[in-house]
C-alpha cells in the first residue's frame, strides 16, 4: 500500500513537470510569433515607405532626359541664329529668314564684322537651357508626389564643346526624402553629337575667305576647306543668308540635318558646297 501510494506520487510529480515543460514551450512559441510577426509588419511598413520614393536610377533618368531634351532644342534654336538667342539679337543688325532672326556677320560696304565668341555662344546656351528646364530643376515632379525636397545648391549648368559632340554638365545638389528614407543628388550630364566648335569656326574661316573677294566669291574653290567630316553642305540663301549643313545628325539620333546660318550684307557669293 505504502508502495502504490509512493508510485502514484511520482507520477503525480511527473505529469506536474510535463505540464510545466510544454507550458514553456508553448509561451516560447507565443513569444517567438509575436516578435516574427511584429519584425515582418516593421519591415514590410519600411519596405512601403521606401518603395514611395524613386529610384536613383528613376530621378536620374529624369533629370538627364530632361537636360538632354533642353540640350538638343537649344542647339537647334542657338545654330539657326547664328550662336545668338533671339532676346540676344534684339541689340544685333540682323534679317528675318524663315521665321528666325539670323544676326549679320559681315558687311563688306562699312567692313563690319559681328562674330559671337564661343564662350558667349556657351552662355546663350546655358541661359537658354536653364530656361527649358526650369520645370525639371523646380522639381514640380517630385514636390506632387508629397516628397519633401531640400535644395543644397542652385542649379549651374556647364556647357563644353568637344570635338564631335557638345556636352552639359548640370551640378544641382538636392535631397529628396519621405519618412526615414532619403535620395541625395549632386550633377547630372548629357551630350549630342553635334560637331558645332568645328562647324563655329568653319564658319569664321568662311568669313575670312570671303573678305579677299566680297564682291564675287567663289564658294565652290573653297569647298574642302570647310568640309571637315565631308559631310558638310554650304548654300547661299535668299542672297544673303550662309548655311553650313551637317548631315552626319541625319543618320545619328536626330533624322535632320544640323543647320548653323548666318547672314551677310553687300556680297556676292557664286556657286555652292553641295556633297
Known sequence: MMLKNKFNMNSKKSQLAIFIILAFIILFAVIFIAVFV??????TEGKAIYGSIPSTIQVKSYMDNCLKDSLINSMWDIGLMGGYTAKNLTDIPSIEFQGKKVPIYFDSQSQLIIIPQLGDIKENIKTE??????????????????????????PNLTIIFNEADVKAVLDYNFIISSGNFYREFTFFSTSV??????IFQNAD?????LKTNPQLYNLTKDCQKFDFNKQINIYYKNGNVVQFVDFSTFN??????????FALQNSNIVGECNG
Open 205 to 209: 574661316l568662311f568669313i575670312t575667305s
Open 252 to 261: 545619328n539620333q536626330f533624322q535632320k540635318s544640323y543647320i548653323f546660318q
Open 38 to 43: 511584429a519584425t515582418t509588419k516593421s519591415s
Open 129 to 154: 537651357i536653364l530656361t527649358l528646364m526650369s520645370n525639371c530643376t523646380d522639381l514640380t515632379l517630385f514636390k506632387s508626389q508629397g516628397l519633401i525636397i531640400k535644395r543644397k545648391s542652385e
Open 193 to 198: 553629337p553635334i560637331s558645332f566648335k568645328r
